[in-house]
């Protein structure tokens, strides 16, 4: 069974910094990229934020690159989205993403709202 458990949702002053976490499953981390969306409204297309292939190679969008830092740690199958100098703008729900050719799966989602 896929398992993509995230951290909870966290409140956050604008200019702070906050730690997403994933947790996969064992079989799915070892074999899939996994990624950081993040989805402003329901229903929308949710956004490449950033992903990390088995390799360590990172890619990032251009409003992460600079200030979020995505991470995994292959000896517990975590995920991580370090997230630095956060604006109200980056307030989304953000969502674990794990993906090899056409299988994709996804975590619950975490709220992250940052106050201005």
């Known amino acids: 069974q896929v398992q993509l458990v995230e951290s909870g949702a966290t409140v956050v002053q604008s200019g702070g910094s906050l730690r997403l976490s994933c947790k996969a499953s064992?079989?799915?981390?070892?074999?899939?990229?996994m990624a950081w969306y993040r989805q402003a409204v329901p229903g929308k297309e949710p956004k490449l934020v950033a992903?990390?292939?088995?390799?360590?190679?990172?890619i990032y969008t251009n409003y992460a690159k600079g200030r979020f830092t995505i991470s995994r740690d292959n000896a517990t199958n975590t995920m991580y989205l370090q997230m630095n100098s956060l604006e109200p703008e980056d307030t989304d729900v953000y969502y674990c993403?794990?993906?090899?050719?056409?299988?994709?799966?996804w975590g619950q989602g975490t709220q992250v709202t940052v106050s201005s």
């Open positions: 064992p079989d799915i981390f070892s074999t899939h990229s």
């Open positions: 992903r990390i292939f088995s390799d360590g190679r990172t």
């Open positions: 993403n794990a993906a090899r050719y056409q299988y994709v799966y």
